[in-house]
């Protein structure tokens, strides 16, 4: 059962690929992402232009504390980077 009120497209891997997301759910999709490779400790900003939802989150890398910015296609869900 989805529980988010918009059409999923795929789930795969706890990736959920919808359309036309919400702040939450890109927030969730960048912390689920940025958890593979860091221990993420809370999103700091998140904000939609052109269609790309830009979350910043604080992670934690062998004590080191950095901001990393995950870039979201909003229509489709899809990570597009991060720095």
């Given at each position: ?23 939450q ?10 958890s593979?490779n ?12 052109d ?5 910043e989150v604080?992670v934690?890398s062998?004590?080191k ?7 979201i296609?909003n229509?489709t869900g ?6």
């Amino acid at each position: 059962m989805n529980k988010y009120p918009v059409q999923v497209l795929d789930l795969r891997c706890r990736g959920i690929f919808v359309l036309g997301m919400n702040k939450q759910q890109a927030e969730e999709i960048a912390r689920n992402f940025l958890s593979q490779n860091f221990s993420v400790i809370r999103t700091e900003k998140s904000r939609l232009l052109d269609q790309t939802w830009i979350v910043e989150v604080l992670v934690s890398s062998y004590d080191k504390k950095t901001v990393k910015k995950v870039k979201i296609n909003n229509e489709t869900g899809f990570v597009m980077g991060f720095d």
